[in-house]
DNA sequence: GCAAATAGTACAATTTTAGTCCTCTTTACC
DNA sequence: GGTAAAGAGGACTAAAATTGTACTATTTGC
């Protein structure tokens, strides 16, 4: 399915909530409940994300976590990487010389090409606009066209 | 890091050798040999590629597998989507009701423009073009050269 | 009929992922 | 200063997905 790791859709999730106040410290107990994960769960993610420097954290009472930039700043393609590393198809197109068929399969180079495409396609999508209704943002030339409003939710 | 399967993975690379000699008929074991992949990979994979006919099997002694089309008419979206099903970064992208949070997260209708998007990288690249060399052709939404379009599905 | 080849299914082992818990450190406030 | 609230960091367990393989059945050419 090409799927991301529930734990990044759980970040998403998260950074969503608080971009509905960027300016708020939420703490991490506020933000379970806002958005129904489990509170370890969310601290997990959250601390995650404040080492590569998405969220800032202040500890001691009365602490918690605010977006470390607008949410017009912060992309898709951000908190993927923040969360599961560089994006990369396939090992060969992130690492070099770990694959044992490398040396016979010329792939890796269009591997490489592709993730930067699947990256770019996930850099154009920003907090804020994950926070905005479904049908006003359009990603890619062709999208336009089948603009559908599948679901309500 | 956002990775499709190694089953996907190899999928690619003997649909690629498949695709330097398109009308020939190859056995199982011979493109077992030529991709230095396993036999009973090789096997599995090409099984999975014929029930979504992108490839042609031939059963019976001197059979064995052809591209069902052209190599400039597969594309990597196709392959994956033989492979791993719909084209989906989350499972509510792909599937309504599973998530337990449905009823109260926005993100849905965002996944599924997202994973539009993805698609629309994947389906620019073709079988045709992984056996190029790599520096001609790029990729990149920007620099997009051709607009095929493919059905989302 | 026999040999070569694919079809289909099932399975065991490995690897990843998820989720939780525990202890330590920092800070606000009385 | 003491205390309680809150995050930091790491370790660990359980569960799930992925892999790779094996086995049996079926088809076809000679």
């Keep these: 399915?090409?799927?991301?790791?529930?734990?990044t859709d759980y970040a998403i999730v998260?950074?969503?909530a608080m971009a509905g106040d960027p300016k708020r410290i939420f703490s991490a107990a506020e933000l379970s409940s806002e958005t129904h994960l489990e509170p370890p769960t969310v601290?997990?993610?959250?601390?995650?994300?404040t080492r590569s420097d998405l969220v800032q954290s202040f500890?001691?009472?009365?602490?918690?976590?605010?977006?470390?930039?607008?949410?017009a700043d912060i992309?898709?393609?951000q908190l993927i990487v923040a969360m599961e590393g560089p994006i990369g198809m396939t090992q060969c197109s992130v690492h070099q010389g770990l694959c044992s068929t490398e040396?016979?399969?010329?792939?890796r180079g269009h591997w490489q090409q592709i993730s930067r495409a699947v990256h770019a396609a996930l850099s154009e999508m920003t907090?804020?606009?994950m926070t905005r209704p479904t049908?006003?943002?359009?990603?890619?030339p062709e999208l336009k066209l089948h603009n559908q409003t599948t679901e309500s939710p």
Excluded: F, N
């Excluded at 399915?1 to 734990?7: F, H, N, P, T, V």
């Excluded at 601290?43 to 994300?49: E, G």
């Excluded at 500890?59 to 949410?71: D, E, I, N, Q, V």
């Design 127 to 129: 907090l804020l606009d």
């Design 103 to 107: 040396a016979v399969c010329a792939l």
């Design 59 to 71: 500890r001691g009472a009365s602490g918690g976590y605010r977006l470390a930039r607008t949410p």
């Design 75 to 77: 992309t898709v393609a």
């Design 14 to 16: 998260v950074t969503a």
């Design 135 to 140: 049908i006003t943002h359009t990603l890619v």
């Design 43 to 49: 601290a997990k993610v959250l601390k995650m994300l």
């Design 1 to 7: 399915m090409l799927r991301i790791s529930k734990l």
